[in-house]
């Protein structure tokens, strides 16, 4: 069981606003907004990992912890600066977590959710007492600048949670169908450099996926629907929300949408989306994180905010 004692994002300055891809490709303000809610979304010159170890900085500093009495630091990236060593590897070094694991996890989109959640039994099976769970990507580096039909969507950022083993998560999942692994890709090693994906079929997926996730959370955790007080999604487009607000007949301020500032960071996106939320936050709320993404995978973890 958890509790979480730090948050922290990166500070990125640079904003491009939808306009400003005009000068790259044929595209509009109006048809970036009105099909995805994104109005701008920050773009980096720092790498991955140097925006992770400044998202980690900031949740270690905020917990008043000294980075030794971290055991185990876990990046989710699809944007690392190397196959080896490890972003959380550079981030240990970065931060002195002398006596930490380290490792990245690759589930894309869901890769947040899919971390915190293995965090999570570390700390439920008194392995260690304090895990460092990050999202962080410099998607500016991966996408392909000429393609319209992906490269406005995305956007960089980083965002870290410090959990410490207490009482707090009351259920969590993760799940993966390979067999559609085609719908969503980024290559590596030189091959097929970019992210690709099938936008209509990504669409269907989602709002499939945040569904099941909603009705498995309530199921697992024995509560009913009106008893989650927010709903954290991975904040990939506005429509996907809004489409399952309305079927689940759960009122849309309860969702903590982002995406407009940020467009979609990928594993980054959750965390950065909890972090900004956290100051609406009340101690015994019931928080739903939900990611989905390439691989396909999806997940959620269900937890209560304590202050
Ligand atoms: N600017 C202007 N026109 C564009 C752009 C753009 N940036 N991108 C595509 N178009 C054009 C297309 O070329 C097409 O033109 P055509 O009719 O002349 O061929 C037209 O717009 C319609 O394209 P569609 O793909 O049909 O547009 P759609 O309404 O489906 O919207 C979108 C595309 C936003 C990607 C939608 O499919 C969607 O929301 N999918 C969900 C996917 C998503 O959010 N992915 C995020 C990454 S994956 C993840 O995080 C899990």
Redesign the pocket.
């Known amino acids: 069981m958890s509790k979480i004692i730090g948050i922290g994002k990166a500070n990125i300055s640079t904003t491009m606003s939808n306009e400003e891809?005009g000068a790259y490709?044929?595209?509009?303000d109006t048809?970036?907004r009105t099909?995805?809610g994104i109005e701008s979304r920050h773009i980096s010159e720092r790498s991955t990992t140097a925006l992770a170890v400044e998202a980690a900085r900031v949740a270690v500093e905020q917990s008043g912890l000294s980075a030794e009495q971290i055991g185990l630091i876990i990046v989710a990236t699809i944007s690392a600066d190397q196959m080896m060593p490890s972003t959380a590897a550079s981030v240990q070094a970065a931060i002195g977590a002398t006596d930490a694991m380290t490792f990245d996890l690759n589930a894309?989109?869901t890769g947040f959710i899919a971390a915190f959640n293995t965090a999570q039994q570390f700390l439920a099976n008194d392995v260690y007492e304090y895990a460092l769970v990050i999202g962080a990507e410099q998607l500016s580096s991966v996408i392909d600048w000429s393609d319209?039909?992906t490269c406005?969507?995305?956007g960089d950022g980083a965002g870290a949670v410090l959990i410490q083993r207490s009482l707090c998560f009351l259920a969590g999942e993760v799940f993966t169908r390979g067999d559609e692994m085609g719908v969503?890709t980024l290559g590596a090693k030189g091959k097929n450099p970019y992210i690709q994906?099938n936008?209509?079929e990504?669409?269907k997926f989602?709002t499939s996926v945040l569904t099941s996730c909603i009705e498995r959370a309530i199921m697992r955790a024995k509560i009913t629907e009106e008893a989650i007080d927010w709903i954290i999604p991975?904040q990939?487009?506005k429509?996907?929300i809004e489409y399952v607000a309305k079927k689940q007949k759960i009122p849309i301020e309860k969702f903590v949408l982002n995406l407009n500032r940020y467009g979609?960071t990928?594993a980054a996106s959750i965390p950065l989306a909890l972090v900004d939320a956290a100051p609406n936050f009340k101690s015994g709320d019931k928080i739903l994180l939900i990611g989905?993404?390439?691989g396909l995978t999806w997940g959620y973890s269900l937890i209560e905010w304590s202050e």
């Open positions: 891809w490709v044929q595209t509009d048809w970036i099909r995805t894309a989109c319209r039909n406005v969507l995305f969503l994906m936008g209509k990504v669409f989602a991975h990939a487009n429509r996907i979609n990928s989905f993404g390439g």
